[in-house]
């Protein structure tokens, strides 16, 4: 049986030792001494239902639980924080709130919608960089490893929900939690581990976090929701710097690179020994020393390269005939076009942590946040599975370096990738800066607009788009009201849904939004269909269509003259399915 991870407390243990069943839900149960046969059955039951191999802990309730019970979260636009710079790019998100509400608004309006999360999570080390409850987690807590178990696996079942089929999973991790984390990977994303990734994070020797080894690695567990259909791309030959000389072909073959023809780590062949001609006339053999060598290419072979020019002969420095094959950039010895390209390695030996902290007072020109990544490893992570019009989910957004790192790489190769950054807006310890107002929107700010750096040098904006959402809360207890709260502020949510931002009218009873593919409908009273077909046989394209309605109508027959253009859709029933399953309401 694996070991497991509970921690008792010594008055829990006592109570063990005294023969009293200790249950980790429940510490205060009777002895089994005074069970009935039905009470002993129902115990046997229940134990036969445990787990019985892989990761256990102590569940630890959080706050929000109790605070927010009998409420749905839904958003809440803050107008004046929206930033536009770029008309026809991608609207990027950022919600301020506790990201588990956050994901659960996700879990309807990017349901298999997000193509790669990626995220940092607090590493659990004691030393105030966990929060549990408001109250830093310390080395000491009996519940240190539970309370982040806890705290974690509730998000991640939450974030499996919007990844695509084919999407991928980052986490960033160290030595303290890697291995629970990884237990909890397997059993949230069953055969769909992908690489255990090395990132070398430190310059130099290391750190002596250990008494016995210098440390100079963290490491970015890789899953993918459904490994058949994850998509790594090959990265581009390291080498290509190698590639230095250049001949009348570089237009078509790009530059190249000379290799010896003949190998002392070939396996001799004798059709492969045979001598060559040299440009004075002499014989040049494959031979090393009194070891038997043979040349890389068959005879066949070295004809087409002389013929095609793939083959160059010249003398070293003390004189002596060498023959080399040229391996070129674009095309393969064959002649056939190429991208030289491989798997990217399970080690990322670039990015150090110190260059996150620079590149961090590069924008604020001062140290406003600890432990933050790397853009740029961010970016590469993304440059390998992302495509160009992926959707990027960060649900532990803290200092907003994905966001910095999708509007880089959207930069540097045209995409139109989109981020979906949530963070809290807690202190950032004892600077006096919250980290989504003071840190994470200001620096997504700069870096879409420009900023100056240390050196006083302007640093052209990337440009591109910015919405900032709350969280909010309306009442779950069923009844019609609530229903017409939750419609009437779900607006947002709808919007960000169908990915249509632009307000196009606005009546009494319903709005309009669209997109360059598609409009929005949102209906919140039933009186307004009328009104709302005549102006939607004016739009041409698709339009969804969303009608308040108390229970699950179907109101296409509505609009069977229109039916081909539009789809239509109740709500809150839309909404209050995810949240069904997600809460256990009624409503």
């Not at 590493?123 to 105030?128: E, I, P």
């Not at 590069?362 to 790397?374: A, E, L, T």
Request: some cysteine; hydrophobic content about 30%.
């Amino acid at each position: 049986m694996p070991k497991r991870l509970y921690k008792f407390k010594k008055e829990e243990i006592e109570t063990q030792k005294t023969g009293t069943y200790f249950n980790a839900k429940n510490s205060n149960k009777k002895s089994y001494k005074v069970y009935t046969k039905e009470d002993l059955i129902a115990e046997i039951e229940q134990l036969k239902k445990r787990k019985q191999y892989g990761l256990v802990w102590e569940d630890q309730e959080e706050k929000f639980d109790k605070e927010t019970v009998g409420k749905l979260p839904v958003l809440r636009e803050i107008k004046n924080k929206e930033i536009k710079k770029d008309k026809d790019g991608p609207v990027n998100l950022l919600i301020e709130g506790d990201n588990y509400h956050s994901l659960s608004v996700l879990n309807y309006t990017h349901e298999k919608a997000v193509d790669v999360i990626y995220i940092d999570p607090p590493y659990n080390t004691g030393s105030k960089d966990f929060i549990f409850n408001d109250s830093y987690v310390n080395k000491e807590d009996a519940y240190r490893h539970s309370k982040w178990l806890s705290f974690i696996e509730k998000r991640l079942k939450l974030a499996k929900n919007v990844l695509k089929d084919r999407g991928i999973i980052f986490i960033s991790i160290n030595d303290i939690e890697m291995s629970q984390l990884k237990l909890l990977m397997d059993d949230i994303f069953p055969n769909g581990f992908l690489a255990n990734l090395i990132w070398e994070n430190r310059e130099g020797g290391g750190s002596s976090d250990s008494k016995h080894f210098k440390v100079k690695h963290e490491y970015i567990l890789a899953y993918a929701k459904d490994p058949n259909k994850a998509v790594i791309h090959h990265e581009e030959v390291p080498d290509k710097e190698a590639y230095t000389h250049s001949d009348k072909y570089e237009k078509e073959r790009g530059k190249h690179k000379l290799i010896k023809l003949n190998s002392a780590s070939i396996q001799y062949s004798k059709s492969l020994d045979y001598p060559i001609t040299a440009p004075d006339g002499s014989k040049i053999y494959p031979s090393f020393g009194h070891k038997k060598a043979c040349w890389r290419w068959s005879k066949k072979k070295l004809e087409w390269g002389l013929a095609n020019r793939f083959i160059k002969i010249d003398k070293d420095r003390k004189g002596n005939w060498v023959v080399y094959s040229k391996q070129y950039l674009k095309v393969d010895n064959e002649g056939n076009s190429i991208e030289r390209q491989r798997p990217p390695l399970g080690v990322i030996p670039y990015f150090s942590s110190t260059m996150a902290t620079k590149q961090l007072e590069n924008i604020f020109h001062k140290k406003v946040f600890d432990y933050s990544k790397p853009y740029l490893l961010i970016e590469y992570l993304l440059k390998l599975s992302t495509r160009k019009d992926s959707i990027i989910l960060d649900f532990m957004a803290g200092s907003g370096t994905t966001g910095q790192s999708v509007l880089s790489l959207n930069d540097k190769d045209g995409g139109h990738r989109q981020f979906i950054l949530c963070t809290n807006n807690e202190a950032n310890n004892d600077r006096g800066l919250k980290i989504a107002t003071d840190i994470c929107y200001p620096r997504i700010k700069k870096v879409i607009e420009g900023y100056k750096d240390l050196k006083s040098k302007q640093i052209k904006g990337s440009g591109g788009n910015l919405k900032y959402y709350k969280t909010a809360f309306v009442g779950a207890t069923p009844s019609d009201a609530n229903k017409k709260k939750l419609t009437d502020q779900s607006t947002e949510m709808l919007c960000i849904r169908e990915n249509t931002f632009e307000k196009v009218l606005e009546r009494k009873h319903f709005k309009i939004f669209k997109n360059n593919q598609k409009h929005t409908g949102i209906l919140y009273d039933q009186v307004a269909i009328p009104d709302f077909k005549k102006v939607a046989k004016t739009i041409k394209g698709p339009i969804h269509t969303y009608i308040f309605s108390l229970e699950d109508e179907d109101f296409s027959s509505e609009f069977e003259d229109m039916n081909s253009r539009i789809v239509v859709s109740p709500i809150p029933e839309v909404i209050l399915r995810v949240y069904r399953r997600i809460f256990g309401i009624k409503i």
